[in-house]
């Protein structure tokens, strides 16, 4: 451990980052890469993560939130960048002005962005969505042919330049599952149609990490990659990191807080829901659900202190959780690791979703802001290694 983080770290990786973006390049096989770092770079830092992509060759970043495209903006990325997720009322006109490719799913968000493009003088860029069948955001079918017809007329006035068609599958991560070959069916006929309306985009895309990796029809102009940047593996019943090539890029760990033998019989934190079955070392580990380790953990979640792996013994608590060491000892101070690679030995977020019931994103994702990110790999001409978010 080192003095910028005496309690607990992520370590972000960014070479590893950087070697994940190339071979997810390589795999698109010449369609452009899209970098997403949504929610703070799936919770590795977005500004560091999104300037390590770039170094790599990542020609667009993806947001989801406007907000985070502007703080990109805002710390110097100059690139082509898009964000998607919008609401009436937001702040389409910075958007423009900031060079920003938009999504559009319906009538009412042009409507919003020809109105922003006119009070600023500027010519948006404009992504229009066709839900082919996510039934999240994203124009129905019906309606698309009167989205692109519109969206085409602002075009002819100068107001917008459709720079994108696109959408997003709900079962890439499921290989063969029927709904697939629909939405991509969906899908060109949406680009046929738009084409019809006279409209020609610079990129068409509806592949994300894991229909990259499964799906090499559906790569088009451009595929976005979100958690494969981050070194875990979209459909891990498939393969794992390793076997895409892929390394992750965070490890959490944290400094033991305390070393103690109790008898048998004694109860280890809220409820006692474990006990011990006999004389043994408990270690403490200072972080809990406030940082990001999930609550429903307890008992099950795995961690590696003194060279083995551990199980969580009894609840996970805000700020600390504890674990039972049997036979063996530690030192206070010594690294306790949560995930990381697995290179050591020790646990990866794959094993703390299993463990949990959930997916590796939300793992990595849920590592909240009081846990210092520590970046290693870092430029020289981009920055100073360190801590930081």
């Known amino acids: 451990m080192t003095d910028t983080a005496t309690r607990a770290r992520a370590v972000i990786d960014l070479d590893a980052l950087r070697s994940n973006v190339r071979a997810l390049r390589d795999r698109a096989s010449g369609a452009e890469l899209m970098v997403v770092v949504k929610a703070d770079g799936y919770g590795h830092g977005a500004v ?3 300037r390590a992509a770039r170094e790599a060759g990542a020609g667009w970043i993806g947001t989801a939130l406007p907000e985070e495209a502007f703080a990109l903006r805002a710390a110097g990325d100059t690139g082509r960048l898009m964000c998607w997720l919008w609401t009436p009322g937001g702040p389409w006109r910075e958007a423009v002005e900031r060079d920003v490719d938009v999504s559009v799913s319906g009538m009412w968000a042009l409507r919003e962005v020809v109105a922003a493009a006119r009070e600023c003088g500027r010519t948006a860029r404009v992504q229009l969505k066709i839900d082919t069948g996510l039934g999240r955001n994203g124009c129905t079918p019906a309606d698309w042919p009167e989205l692109t017809r519109a969206a085409r007329a602002a075009e002819a006035q100068g107001t917008v330049r459709v720079t994108g068609l696109w959408s997003h599958f709900a079962c890439a ?4 599952h029927p ?3 629909a939405q991509l069916e969906t899908f060109r006929t949406a680009l046929a149609q738009a084409a ?6 610079e990129v068409r895309h509806i592949s994300n990490t894991p229909a990259l990796l499964t799906l090499p029809e559906a790569r088009f102009d451009l595929v976005r990659t979100g958690i494969g940047v981050f070194g875990l593996s979209p459909v891990p019943d498939v393969g794992g990191p390793a076997d895409f090539g892929l390394r992750p890029v965070m490890t959490l760990e944290a400094s033991v807080a305390s070393v103690k033998r109790v008898p048998g019989g004694h109860g280890v934190s809220y409820g006692h829901l474990y006990t011990t079955p006999g004389e043994t070392t408990l270690a403490l580990v200072p972080l809990g659900y406030a940082d990001g380790v999930p609550r429903h953990a307890s008992g099950g979640g795995p961690v590696m202190v003194a060279g083995k792996w551990r199980t969580v013994a009894g609840r996970v608590a805000m700020d600390q959780f504890v674990v ?3 036979g063996d000892s ?3 101070g010594e ?6 690679p697995g290179d050591h030995g020790e646990p990866t977020a794959e094993d703390w979703a299993r463990a949990t019931g959930t997916i590796a994103y939300e793992i990595v994702t849920r590592i909240s802001a009081r846990v210092p990110r520590v970046y290693v790999g870092e430029r020289e001409d981009t920055g100073t290694t360190g801590s930081g978010t």
Do not use: K, T, Y
């Open 48 to 50: 560091r993560c999104a």
């Open 173 to 176: 991560d499921e290989p063969g």
């Open 179 to 181: 709904s697939i070959a």
């Open 196 to 201: 019809g309306a006279g409209l020609d985009p």
């Open 324 to 326: 039972d060491l049997g």
């Open 330 to 332: 530690a030192q206070v």
């Open 335 to 340: 690294r306790a690791v949560l995930f990381g």
